[in-house]
């Protein structure tokens, strides 16, 4: 799974994706509202976890997660 952080313009908020290993999207979500998308494919119990890594992500860097 890649996790990419996306930066907002104006009034658009900050934006993370998940995609999987084909670079499909799994997840689509604001940096400050990731409950409900992470519940819906099934990693609600990683919030912490992807939200540690998402706070020290730079903008546009594509990490390869390991979950």
Known sequence: MYII???GVAKIPDYVQLRDAQFTLL???RVDRPEKS???IG???KKEY???IVKDLP???ILK???
């Open 5 to 7: 952080k996306v930066k």
């Open 27 to 29: 997840a689509y979500f």
């Open 38 to 40: 992470l519940e819906k």
């Open 43 to 45: 990693l609600g119990a």
């Open 50 to 52: 992807i939200m540690n």
């Open 59 to 61: 903008f546009g860097q």
């Open 65 to 67: 997660l390991e979950i």
